[in-house]
Each structure stands twice: as C-alpha cells, then as structure tokens.
C-alpha cells in the first residue's frame, strides 16, 4: 500500500479519478495522485485486456499511460495534478470500437 | 525560431555542469528538460524536497542543491517542462512546451538523455505492483510517497540505497532479495586492489549494506529463480537460494539490476554507437569530450555511457569545454589546460567503475527472458515464444523482427525490449550484439498528440535562418 | 553459387519473381543488400489499392487484385491482407465531376470495379468523416496487408520451392560474359543464366550494368503511425483534391500517409523527414477526420521509393541485353502489383505466353531519337 509523507502544508486541489472526486497537492504527479487513493490501474493491455500500473515513474516504460480530460496516452507519471482535471484508467485495446460520431 | 550557440537537452547533472560552464563563458546557452525543475532523475526536487526532513536522502542527494543554485544564477535560457520531440542534425529541435509547438535552432548541440533501468524480464514482471527500485527513488523524492511492507529484489548500489533510505523513514521493508552471484564477487574481487584507491567510495557503499544488515529485515543473498507471483497483482515474489524456495508475501515488487544508456536520443539521430561489453549494452561512440560522429553533435552524462552522477558532473563539463572550442571561444591549447584536471579525474575515477561493473553485472539468466511465456514487450505483449517463431520465420535483424511481430513497435519505442530482443538474436545467431545491431529509431521521441504537430509552422524556412548566422 | 536465374533486390517484386520461378521448378538465387522487406516493400503504406490506378496500369492491377484475394492460402502465410475497401473522398461539387469524368473514361475503357458514392453512402461507410463532405468512389475489391509480412511471405513460400535467399550481400559488379551472367558480390561470386532486375530505388545502377540507361529518380514519401484508436474507419480513406491518405488497421493504430515527401539519402541508404509537410497531413487528416484530433503519433517514417517520370513501372525485358529482365520503379503504387508482376517476370524468363500488353511499361520509352 502507498502512503504519502508529505506535511499537509501544500495548497490542495481537486480532481476526479475515474469518477472519484480526490483531494490533491498542487505539485504532485497525476500518478501519485492514483496510487495514493487506491487507483492503481493505470491502463489495460492492448491485446489481453490485463490490468497494468506505473511500473518506472520516470517516463520511459509507457505503462502509466491514462486518459486526462479525454485525452488518451497521457503519462501520469509525468503530468502534474491540476484542479477540475479528470483522469481515468486507458481502456484501448484492439477490440475497442469508437462511439458513433458526433455528426 | 530562436537560435542559439549550443542547446542541451536534458537538465540532469551532466547538462546543468555544462550550461553553466558555457553560460559563464559568455555562449548562449539553451536548456530544454522535461522536468519541472532541473535536477534530472538523480536530484529530483532536490529545491524543494516534499520530504519533512529531506537528508535522509543522503549527502549525495542534498549535494545536488549547491549544482541547482549555480544553474539558477547562470544566464541560461531554460525552457522548463519542455518536451524535445525532434533533434535533428541540423542543429534544429522541435519541442513542445507550454501548450505551444516550439522550434528553436543552434550551432551545437548537447544531449544528456540520461540513464534508465535495465529491464528484469521475470515471470510476472508486468503485474501490477511490480515497479522499479529507481520508481521507489522517484516517488519518493518527488512526492514523498513510500510503500509499507514491499520486496526489493535484485543487484546493484541503486537497490541497497532505497532500501536504506526506506530504512531511515521507518518504512516497514518485507525483504531484501540480492541476486548478485557469488562468482560475481569472486571476478570484482580480482579488481579490488586498484579500486581501493577510492577508499571513500567502497565505504559508502560498505556503510550502506551494513545499515540494511543492522536493521535487521530479511536479506537473502544469492537469490536465483526469480518469480513475481499473483494472478491479476502481485502478491509476492517467489525465489530460490541455497537450495530452498522461498516465498514472500509483498503487493510491491521493486526490482532493479543496474542501469544502462536511454538511447532513444542518440539512436533517432543515426549517431554512432557501440556495445559496452562491460556494462552489457549499447551506448553512443564519443571522444573524450562527448563529441560524437556527429562533430557538433555531444553527449554527456549516462546517456552517453553510465558513469554515475560524479561522472555526469564531469563529462558534462568536458563537453562544455569542447563546445566552447568549437565556438571559436576557447583555443584547443586552452580548451586542453582547463580540462586537464577533469580528464585526470575520470581515469581516477575508472578502475572504482570497473569494479562496480563487474560486481553487479546482471547475470543473463535476469538480462533475458528464460520462459517461454514471459513478455518481452510489455505494450505489444510479446512473449519469448513469439520472438523466437518470428526468428524461426526469418527475422533476423531487430527490424525485421520488430515489422514481423509488432515487439518494439508501441508506445515505449523499444525502450523495454530493445536490450533483450538483442541479447536474444544474439544468442540465437551465436553472434557478437556489434553485428546484431539496434532498432531503427526516429522522431519523435515519444507519443506526440496529433494536436502538437498540426500546431507546428515552419515559419521561417531554416535553410535562411542557418545561412543568416 | 550457380542457378538458373539471378534476381536482384528482395522487395515484393523480387521475392514474389522468386517464388513464381521457383514454384515452377527453376532454380533461383536472390540477392538482397540489406534483408528482404528493409526498404519501400517492407515500410510503405500496405495499400492495396485498384481504385484510381493509370488506365495502362489496370489491366496487371485487376489481376494482382485476383491474386491478392487468395494469396495467404496460396503462400500459407498470414499477409494480413483484408478486403475493407477503399473510399476516396470529394469536399464539394468539383470533386465529384472529377470523379465523374474518371467514371466516363473507366467505362469507355470497359472497366466498372470503380464505383461512385453519394453522401449517404459516405457517411454510413465513414460514420467520423467531416459531414461536410459530398460523396466519393469506391472499390470494394481493395483493402490493405501489412507490408513486411507480404514480403516476408513471398521470401518464404520461394525458399519452400528452393530458391536460395542472400540477405546482407551487396552487388559489386554485373557482367555478360558469353551465355552467363556473372555477378561479385561483396561476400561471394554468382553465375547464372538469366538475371531480374528488381532492385527498387537501386534499380538504375543494377539497369546500367546490365546496359540499360533509365530516368529513374527517387524520393522518400512519408508515412507516420497512431497508438491503437478505438476503431472508426474501416475502409482505407484517401481525398480527390486532398493529401488525405490514412487506413485504420486492426489493431486499431491509424497509418497516416498523405504523399508528402521527404528527403531521401539513397547513398547512406536513408531518409529524413520533413516535419512541416507531417504537420500538414496532421491538419488535414483532422480536419477530415475530427475523432484523429485525439491520435498519438508513435513513429514516423519515410522509404525509399524508385519513381519513373510517368509514374508507371519498367517491366519487362532488358532492351541491351540478352537474357536480362526488369521490375523496377513502381513509384510508390508497386506494393498491390508485386503478386501480379512476379508471374509476369517467371513468364517473361521462361519464355512462356505472357497476357498482358507491356508496351507502356518497357524500358526504352524515355530514349531520345537521334538529332
């Protein structure tokens, strides 16, 4: 399990994790974020569907890719909190399918 | 477009040292680093330490400050949060930053990509839970985040430093698990005698295993077989040692066997490169003063081969030094004088290298995937089983393996796989990685949304920018 | 190493020329400089396309297209080839008289596999395409493969029949000397007595040895490709007027081509890219296409592509020599023919009855009369 030790001196903000209004410190990364309340899978496997998770925080490995306010391949890892920002867990696989257009 | 007379990428110790050396030499001096602050990995919001108390980091964390202070005072043009998604060798680099697509143009360029870990393709290692010891460093310097009760298995100074430091907070740590083999210490002990030249650094290294050691937690040495077990998480790790299985209860696995070159970079610039038979990978092909086969192209820090943060400091410097020749700003005569104490340095400095090398020199059992099932490309989900089919089809060379079977082709651009997919052909072809080979990388460096490069103008034609300087 | 016939170049169309020889019981060595599929056969876009071709191209095309259909049974391999069509797509009124003006020049020429598309139909074919678009044509013979696996394929079905493959060997010299052909390599010597030339963007050095001067020049279009999207378009998408060229394939990442051109390096055997012209296609392609506004280009890329000044291939045999044969200079469209023109080049080799009209493909149509 993942805990902060951070003093609560910090500025909060909010945002929402899929679907969960989450309190948060200005500075921290969307990644912590996740980890600190329980949303730890960041994205699915693009082929079997697994569930997958930050696995080296730093930005090379493309695991932690989740959608920000509809934006996919969004690394948490490197994006900072902001307030009213929405992340959810990535669900693009192969057998995805696209809403049917806005026309 | 802006121009400038040398633009670094990366602001890591290697490319601090240098910016400032050529700022305070009078270069115009541009600094392009995806970090908000400048630190690299190594001194990570070492400014600002989310941390209470951030010393128990260690001195040579908080040292990083001093390095941070000089660049902040240097007259630097840092673009903060940037994000270099092309660096051509025409001194050109596309770059996104603040919600712009910027462009920017100089007559040298420095890249300090930096180091990332080496891959431990374990059973299990794509579960969730299961992160890097260098992931533990970062959320912990970053966001002061730790995790109770986790497993840290593998080799090297990395591992046994977020372990200690783990110690100091009084993070609950279930075990260490080292897999260093004992014929490793047996090789390095041959090179002792002239590492001990550098007496302070093996006893940092000593004071560190003996803090782990009086703790008191768990620690298993000569750990083989290594397992990550769970079905959907991970639930624990599971390896043998002295002859017993052992099986430990852990939702976090960090693993960690040494670091090498992130060579996307080097690599998408077509720059030469060479294998280390030493360190066990690729890195880019420098003189002393990190230029490369592309002369107004440079590389330092551990992007440009691992040497470790002290090095970084040095090479970066080097570079500078060389760069501020190439500008007509320092004669070769100088250029020699001032870098004589750092090059003396670096030699010094060698044999203590050496020795750590050969230490912690992953054994290829952890290098390369050893079952079957196991994933070598975690975004394509490529097995072993389907590497080999895809050789066994013809696909020889890490391209064609990588056009036959999608291994290399997501997101992370080889990043993960590129070390093992060669290593692997290697072994299958019974030949040196030299004639193996690497993917063919290119821009951009990473996912580029569609939006940021429809927001790219060319708008003024570089050719008549480069002949207006 | 001795054989009947020598095939330079392991494109599509050297390997496909080598399994069609083979299959037939003649003895073949290929050389390839790099691997078979390193260069535009294994990187191009993976059309498969009829619709739109040069009336002088149809005939060969039609075939291949035929051949396309069955061609994963008949090479037992997975070419990833899949039948979704193609829609070319008009913005307004003129692009349509475009289209219909193609339409009456098709039909004059006795072909109906093109066909014109209302907007109804665009938008129910195209559910993410801009409403403001008007109509398009259509041929639902056309799809895509995956390039490197088609030619991998053809490699491996040749090598089943015999054919013996040479990666990595680099062609030094080509000469007639009395019935052979005899060729040093950089690793090894050769022999044999027909050779094929089908060496892509090399061609016109492989040509000149052989005797023959061409006009070919080379380019480097550019492609670049999405992370997985989740799919919206099935058929492969181009414009009349447009540089809008894009497939989504089934593993949901989007292929964006376009035309636009690089730089190509053909002596350092590379290419660069020209981001302001990739930015371009990003435009267009969202403008197109609102959903790609949410894309993530993860690689972009150019080959290297042999194009004749007409645009249309050299096939057929050598004008100054005997026993010498060429398959070349496809200009960025060869990938569909590549089934197609290794029958044609066996036929051709073998003496054998050949059913296609190759006046406008012949080699020599560039030569200058005499002053």
Redesign the interface.
């Known amino acids: 399990m993942f805990r902060s030790l951070r003093p609560k001196t910090a500025p909060e903000i909010t945002l929402s994790i899929n679907g969960h209004d989450i309190i948060a410190t200005a500075g921290q990364s969307v990644w912590s974020a996740m980890a600190l309340n329980g949303q730890t899978v960041t994205r699915r496997a693009a082929l079997s569907g697994e569930d997958r998770s930050a696995y080296c925080t730093m930005g090379v490995c493309f695991e932690c890719m989740v959608e920000i306010d509809g934006v996919p391949n969004q690394q948490a890892c490197m994006r900072q909190v902001s307030d009213g920002m929405k992340v959810s867990t990535q669900n693009i696989t192969e057998s995805s399918e696209a809403t049917n257009a806005g026309l | 477009m802006q121009a400038f007379d040398c633009a670094i990428v990366g602001a890591g110790p290697a490319g601090m040292s240098a910016a400032i050396e050529l700022a305070n030499a009078g270069a115009r001096v541009a600094v392009l680093d995806r970090g908000q602050k400048p630190g690299g990995q190594i001194y990570r919001s070492v400014s600002e330490s989310p941390l209470p108390d951030a010393n128990v980091l260690g001195p040579d964390y908080t040292a990083g400050a001093e390095l941070l202070t000089a660049f902040s005072r240097a007259d630097i043009t840092h673009f903060a949060g940037a994000d270099a998604w092309h660096l051509g060798d025409d001194g050109r680099i596309l770059f996104s930053h603040l919600g712009e697509t910027c462009e920017l143009h100089c007559r040298e360029m420095l890249v300090c990509p930096g180091a990332m870990e080496r891959p431990m393709p374990i059973p299990g290692w794509t579960l969730p839970g299961v992160m890097t010891a260098g992931a533990a460093q970062v959320m912990l310097k970053s966001d002061a985040m730790v995790s109770d009760g986790a497993v840290f298995a593998g080799s090297g100074p990395l591992l046994y430093l977020i372990v200690a430091q783990y110690l100091r907070l009084g993070v609950p740590v279930a075990a260490l698990v080292d897999t260093t083999p004992r014929q490793n210490y047996l090789n390095a002990a041959l090179m002792l005698p002239r590492a001990l030249r550098r007496t302070e650094l093996l006893k940092k290294g000593l004071t560190l295993l003996a803090e782990i050691k009086r703790s008191g937690i768990p620690v298993y040495r000569f750990a083989e077989g290594l397992k990550v077990l769970g079905e959907e998480n991970a639930t624990g790790l599971q390896f043998t040692t002295k002859g017993q299985t052992h099986e430990i209860a852990a939702d976090t696995v960090f693993l960690h066997q040494g670091v090498q070159p992130n060579l996307n970079m080097t690599r998408a610039m077509d720059l030469e490169h060479r294998w280390n038979l030493k360190q066990l990978c690729w890195q880019v092909v420098t003189d002393p003063f990190g230029q490369t086969s592309v002369p107004h192209v440079s590389a330092a820090g551990d992007g440009a081969g691992i040497f470790g943060a002290d090095g970084a400091l040095i090479t970066g410097r080097l570079a500078a030094l060389n760069i501020l020749h190439r500008l007509g700003r320092l004669t070769l005569a100088e250029r020699d004088r001032q870098a004589a104490p750092d090059l003396a340095q670096i030699t010094a400095m060698a044999p203590f290298r050496a020795f750590i090398d050969r230490l912690y020199r992953p054994t290829d059992a952890l290098r390369l995937p050893q079952e079957l099932s196991t994933l070598v490309c975690r975004c394509e989900e490529q097995t072993l089983a389907d590497l080999r089919a895809g050789f066994d089809r013809g696909a020889r060379d890490p391209n064609a393996l990588k056009s036959l079977t999608r291994c290399g082709m997501g997101p992370c651009q080889g990043r993960q796989c590129g070390h093992m997919v060669a290593g692997l052909l290697s072994e299958w072809r019974d030949e040196r990685p030299e004639t193996i080979g690497y993917y063919r990388l290119r821009s951009p460096q990473r996912l580029l949304t569609l939006k940021e490069l429809s927001r790219y103008q060319a708008a003024s034609a570089p050719a008549q920018t480069e002949a207006a300087q | 190493m001795k054989a009947d016939v020598l095939v330079i170049g392991g494109g599509i169309q050297g390997c496909a020329t080598a399994y069609h020889l083979a299959r037939r019981g003649t003895s073949v060595i290929l050389l390839e400089k790099d ?4 260069h535009a056969s ?2 191009n876009a993976g059309g498969v396309r009829l619709l739109g071709r040069d009336v002088a191209e149809v005939p060969l095309s039609k075939a291949s297209m035929e051949m396309w259909q069955t061609l994963d049974e008949e090479l037992d391999a997975d070419t990833g080839f899949r039948r979704n069509s193609v829609i070319n797509i008009a913005v307004d009124e003129g692009d349509m008289a475009t289209l219909r003006a193609r339409e009456g020049k098709m039909q004059a020429a006795g072909y109906t596999h093109e066909r014109i598309i209302d907007r109804a139909e665009l ?1 129910d074919r195209l ?3 801009n ?1 403001d678009c008007v109509g398009g044509a259509t041929s639902d013979l056309d799809g895509y493969a995956i390039p ?2 088609a030619t ?1 394929a053809f ?2 079905a040749a ?1 089943r029949h015999g054919a013996q493959v040479v ?1 990595g060997e680099e062609l030094i010299t080509l000469r007639r000397v009395g019935q052979s052909w005899l060729v040093q390599g950089a690793r090894q010597r050769y022999e044999a007595n027909s050779v094929v030339n089908c060496a892509g963007a090399w061609a016109d050095r492989v040509a000149m040895m052989i005797g023959d001067n061409v006009p070919l020049s080379h380019a480097a279009p550019m492609l670049m490709i ?7 378009a099935r058929p492969v998408v181009g414009a009349v007027s447009r540089q809008l060229s894009f497939k989504q394939f ?3 990442t989007v292929l964006i081509g376009g035309g636009a051109k690089g730089f190509a390096d053909r002596s350092n055997n ?1 290419t660069r ?1 020209d ?2 012209k ?2 371009n296609a ?2 267009i ?2 403008e197109f296409f609102p ?11 150019a080959g290297l592509e042999a194009y004749m000044p007409d645009n249309l291939p050299v096939i057929g045999a050598a004008e100054n020599a005997d026993r010498a044969f060429h398959a070349f200079g496809f200009s960025a469209h060869g990938f569909q023919m590549g089934p197609v023109t290794g029958q044609i080049m066996a036929d051709l080799v073998l003496g054998e009855q050949n059913r296609f009209d190759l006046t406008p493909f012949r080699i020599n149509r560039y030569d200058r009369k005499v002053l």
């Open positions: 691997y078979t599929g390193r294994g990187v938008l559910p993410h395409v409403p490197y696996k991998s490699r491996l090598e990666d999405t992370a997985r999207m989740p799919h919206f089934e593993n949901g590379r890219l981001y302001a990739l930015a990003a435009r392609t969202a959903i790609m506004a949410r894309a993530s280009i993860n690689r972009m890329w």
